[in-house]
Every structure is written in structure tokens, then in C-alpha cells.
């Protein structure tokens, strides 16, 4: 079974600054895509930033950045000139292939707090 | 348009009975996933429903069920509630079965406390 792991439950940054937040999964699976979710308190999950596993090169989407380490199994978040409204509840995500349909298997989450 | 629409947003229950929650998808839509977030945690997989059939299930007991309207809304329904089934549900909805590309929409959830 996969498993995705958030070590940090919670990391805190001031206004400004750049925060990484990290991630390790396990897989057997060689196709598979990972993603980072941020809920704030509306408690509705919002997609930050997605990478497939065969692509190389590392996502990115305007501030929000992903250190993608395959052999590692390593998937960590950076958010560069961090926003009063990046404070949420980030959660690393793992799907399985395109026929896993929409079966996310989510980490505990890390907490996030930005200073202002 | 709307976005993903649950209901109710709270609910009480006490251990034993049975609960239904709602959920419609963003217009358009045919996939709707159901996840259970206890608290302190991450959500977890319950179902997925894509054209009225169920194409996923996880490690969830029978006491879970769901099905899916020929408008592509949703049922989730528990029976014979347990104090550990307390949590936020959330209700997710995409165009499509698969394919990395189909974003995922999440609604805001339906608050379930079970006493």
C-alpha cells in the first residue's frame, strides 16, 4: 500500500520570506502523480501544485515551487515571498496512475502559520 | 457557476442511528468522491461514483454506502453510527474517471459529530 508522510506538523514563517515544507511517500508503483492541497479554515481543499512522477523537471506555479527527488521518494513544497493568506493546512497528496481514478492517498498534513 | 455544494454543513448524531449526506457536482461533471477527514488527520478515500457506478472503494466497512443520481449528485449514507465516525466529509467532483489532468473539486464539507 502507499503511504505519504509530513513530518512537520507544523512550520511557521514570517511575512515575506520563503517556507519549505516536506513530504516522503512509498511506492512500488512506477506511474504516479503527487500533489500539495491547502486547506484553510473554509475547510474546502484547494489544489496548490501537481507533478507527474516521470516528468524531471520540477513544478512550478507562480510562488509555489516542488522539489520533486524520485529516488529519494521525496516531494517537498517551497512557497517563496510568502502571502498573511498562505496560512493554511497543507497537505501532500499521491495518486496512482491514470486508471486510479480520483483514489488520493493524503499525509497528515502540516500546519502553516505566516508572521506578519 | 457553482462550485461543489454539500448538505448539510453540520449534523448531530448519536451512536446508532444512520446519516445521509449530499453532495452536487460542479455542472458538468460526472465523478464524485467521497473522503472522510478525522480531525488532527488527512482525508481518506471512501468512494468514487463515475456515471451512476461505484469505480473505487476503500478500506471502509460495509456500514458506508453511497450511490449516484442520473444528475450526477451523490449519497453518502452510514449506518449504525460509531463515535469514531465523527469527522469531516468531504465531497470532491471532476469531469472525468481519469486522467492526470481531471483536476479535483472539493467541497467544504459536511461536519459530522457522532455523541
Known amino acids: 500500500a502507499q503511504t505519504v508522510t509530513q513530518s512537520q506538523p507544523e512550520m511557521s514563517v514570517q511575512e515575506a520570506e520563503t517556507v519549505t515544507l516536506s513530504c516522503t511517500y512509498d511506492?512500488?508503483?512506477?506511474?504516479?502523480?503527487l500533489f500539495w492541497y491547502k486547506q484553510p479554515p473554509s475547510r474546502q481543499m484547494i489544489l496548490v501544485i501537481r507533478?507527474?512522477?516521470?516528468?524531471?523537471q520540477n513544478a512550478t506555479e507562480n510562488r509555489f515551487s516542488v522539489n520533486f527527488q524520485k529516488a529519494a521518494k521525496s516531494f517537498s513544497l517551497k512557497i517563496s515571498d510568502s502571502q498573511l493568506g498562505d496560512a493554511a493546512m497543507y497537505f501532500c497528496?499521491?495518486?496512482?496512475?491514470?486508471?486510479?481514478?480520483?483514489?488520493?492517498?493524503f499525509g497528515e498534513g502540516t500546519q502553516l502559520t505566516v508572521n506578519p | 457557476d457553482a462550485g461543489v455544494t454539500q448538505s448539510p454543513t453540520h449534523l448531530i448524531k448519536t451512536r446508532g442511528q444512520h446519516v445521509t449526506l449530499r453532495c452536487s457536482p460542479i455542472?458538468?461533471?460526472?465523478?464524485v468522491s467521497w473522503y472522510q477527514q478525522v480531525l488532527g488527520q488527512g482525508p481518506q478515500f471512501i468512494f468514487q461514483?463515475?456515471?451512476?457506478?461505484?469505480?473505487g472503494r476503500g478500506n471502509f466497512p460495509d456500514r458506508f454506502s453511497a450511490r449516484q443520481f442520473p444528475n450526477y449528485s451523490s449519497e453518502l449514507n452510514v449506518n449504525a453510527l460509531l463515535l469514531g465516525d465523527s469527522a469531516l466529509y468531504l465531497c470532491?467532483?471532476?469531469?472525468?474517471?481519469?486522467?492526470?489532468?481531471?483536476?479535483?473539486?472539493f467541497g467544504s464539507g459536511t461536519q459530522l459529530s457522532v455523541l
Open positions: 497528496a499521491y495518486r496512482r496512475g491514470e486508471t486510479s481514478g480520483s483514489r488520493l492517498t
Open positions: 461514483y463515475y456515471e451512476k457506478e461505484e469505480r
Open positions: 507533478q507527474e512522477a516521470y516528468k524531471q
Open positions: 511506492t512500488s508503483e512506477s506511474d504516479y502523480y
Open positions: 455542472s458538468g461533471h460526472k465523478s
Open positions: 470532491a467532483s471532476s469531469r472525468a474517471n481519469r486522467g492526470w489532468n481531471e483536476k479535483l473539486f
